[in-house]
């Protein structure tokens, strides 16, 4: 049997990793402000104005910037949120519906389009409020981390590109056999 021409499994699985995804979010989302490490007052290290060296005047304008697409895009998240449950809610059902299940997947693709939109305007904005130098500087961060590094300022997470261990060596834990 071949699992990926499956046509349950091409809505399924990427439905149960996105559920995952959201598990995860939630557990950061959770964290108290300030609470991360760093030599930032706010705990923070200062995303990628660190890196261009920004004015206080940019460096408010993209606070704001994000703010303001953090609330505008909350509804959308919240929705995305929503529909991941019904799909968890389908799924465990001895027969879930199929069509229930595109139905809410083409939901979620909808309001992961808005997201995306949103983003690239907020993309646009900070763009006009950089040099020609800061852009060359965020140009080169981009083409490895895409346009999120000027939501999060490049990094790749808590441990970096590899993990804890990486590409350094070290052993990492055995995985459960799946």
Request: hydrophobic letters at 35%; proline letters at 4%; aromatic letters at 2%.
């Amino acid at each position: 049997m071949k699992l990926w021409n499956s046509p349950k499994t091409r809505y399924l699985l990427p439905a149960i990793g996105g559920l995952a995804l959201v598990g995860l979010g939630s557990a950061a989302a959770i964290a108290k402000p300030g609470s991360a490490k760093g030599p930032g007052a706010d705990g923070r290290r200062g995303g990628f104005c660190a890196k261009i060296e920004c004015t206080d005047a940019q460096r408010e304008e993209v606070k704001q910037i994000k703010k303001e697409l953090r609330a505008d895009s909350k509804a959308d998240r919240e929705a995305i949120k929503r529909l991941h449950q019904q799909m968890a809610a389908e799924f465990a059902k001895d027969s879930p519906d199929e069509a229930a299940m595109r139905r809410i997947a083409a939901q979620v693709q909808t309001h992961e389009q808005e997201l995306r939109e949103r983003g690239f305007d907020a993309m646009m904005e900070i763009h006009a409020l950089l040099d020609a130098e800061q852009r060359a500087t965020m140009a080169k961060v981009m083409e490895h981390r895409g346009p999120r590094a000027l939501m999060h300022g490049g990094r790749r997470g808590k441990h970096g590109k590899h993990g804890k261990k990486g590409k350094r060596g070290g052993e990492r834990p055995e995985r459960a056999p799946v």
